[in-house]
């Protein structure tokens, strides 16, 4: 069975930092683009960050560049999301996705960041 | 503040066809394909239109997806009730250097 699981969310206060975590079982992830999206309560979807399958290239919407670092380790099948100085608006479930590029993605069932004092 | 513009909600009775656009510029639709995700609330987004007109495995053909110049549209025929969700659409922005969602849509059957 495919699975994304997502883990290291919770509760940190105003410029703290969380390292999300997202573990692959099933496939493996050195032939996918790995992806975080993330929705704030009540919004839309919003692309986070994607990083090459073998890492070589990343890219980060621009509020979280600076911030946010994507990064993955493919022999532990493993993809990461280091977030520095959080922000309220930073508040959301955020998703780990896995993409082939030819119509095969997967997504976690996504992992909860709340940002409060 | 998304580049992607969607409407945001459309509805029809059981049965019926609805359509969705997405309304993007060249750096987005205009140069790069879309993608259309369903998303139904407390699970996880699913994928149902890759490279503007395909369908991925296991998506039923009442999905379909099409394109010219800077829009797209998703249409979804023989609307069920299990098909109650929000869709975004999704492009890969060359200028931004950065992949964009839609606004979304909330699509209700009447």
């Known amino acids: 069975e495919v699975q994304l699981v997502e883990s290291g969310g919770g509760l940190v206060q105003p410029g703290g930092s969380l390292r999300l975590s997202c573990a692959a079982s099933?496939?493996?992830?050195?032939?996918?683009?790995m992806i975080w999206v993330r929705q704030a309560p009540g919004k839309g979807l919003e692309w986070v960050a994607n990083?090459?399958?073998?890492?070589?290239?990343?890219y980060h919407v621009d509020s979280v560049k600076g911030r946010f670092t994507i990064s993955r380790d493919n022999a532990k099948n493993t993809q990461f999301l280091q977030m520095n100085s959080l922000r309220a608006e930073d508040m959301a479930v955020y998703y780990c996705?896995?993409?082939?590029?030819?119509?095969?993605?997967?997504w976690g069932q996504g992992i909860l960041v709340t940002v409060s004092s | 503040q998304s580049v992607l513009t969607q409407p945001p909600s459309v509805s029809a009775a059981p049965g019926q066809k609805v359509t969705i656009s997405c309304s993007g510029s060249?750096?987005?639709?205009?140069?790069?394909?879309v993608s259309w995700y369903q998303h139904l609330p407390g699970t996880a987004p699913r994928l149902i239109i890759h490279?503007?007109?395909k369908r991925p495995s296991g998506i039923p053909d009442r999905f379909s997806g099409s394109k010219s110049g800077t829009s797209a549209t998703l249409g979804i025929a023989g609307l069920q009730t299990g098909d109650e969700a929000d869709y975004y659409c999704?492009?890969?922005?060359?200028?931004?250097?950065?992949?964009?969602f839609g606004t979304g849509t909330k699509v209700t059957v009447l």
């Open positions: 996705v896995g993409d082939r590029g030819d119509g095969t993605m997967y």
């Open positions: 099933g496939f493996s992830i050195n032939q996918y683009w």
């Open positions: 990083i090459k399958p073998d890492g070589s290239d990343k």
């Open positions: 060249s750096s987005n639709i205009g140069n790069n394909y």
């Open positions: 490279d503007s007109n």
């Open positions: 999704g492009a890969w922005d060359s200028r931004l250097s950065a992949y964009v």
